[in-house]
């Protein structure tokens, strides 16, 4: 069983970047799908960007195709999202979430996930 931790998030200018991490432990990370979630206040959360677990296949909500980057190291057991050129509306609690057998855009199709990281965008 994996267990998540995200890392990075903080408070950014409008135009910025900030780049998140998610460590995994307690599991063969390489066997899982992972995908970052993203929720804002009084909204359902959304997905964000996944990528299967070699690093082969990738997917972005439309909102953020071509400011963030997914990408993994399983050496490393880490999953990063690159976000550039962020704007006020990517402000929310960022998730990591990983499953052995699902890779999609829903949150039910993962199993594990972590606890969130805090994303705030300034104007």
């Known amino acids: 069983q994996v267990r998540l931790a995200e890392s990075g998030g903080g408070l950014v200018q409008s135009g910025g970047s900030l780049r998140l991490s998610c460590a995994a432990s307690?599991?063969?990370?390489?066997?899982?799908?992972t995908a970052w979630f993203r929720q804002a206040p009084g909204k359902e959360r959304e997905f964000v960007a996944s990528i299967n677990w070699n690093g082969a296949i990738t997917d972005y909500a439309i909102s953020v195709k071509g400011r963030f980057i997914i990408s993994r190291d399983n050496a490393k057991k880490t999953v990063i999202l690159q976000m550039n050129n962020l704007r006020p509306q990517d402000t929310a609690v960022y998730y990591c979430a990983a499953d052995p057998t699902n890779l999609g855009r829903g949150q039910r199709e993962y199993d594990y996930w972590g606890q969130g990281t805090q994303v705030t965008v300034s104007s």
């Open positions: 307690g599991g063969t990370f390489s066997n899982y799908n």
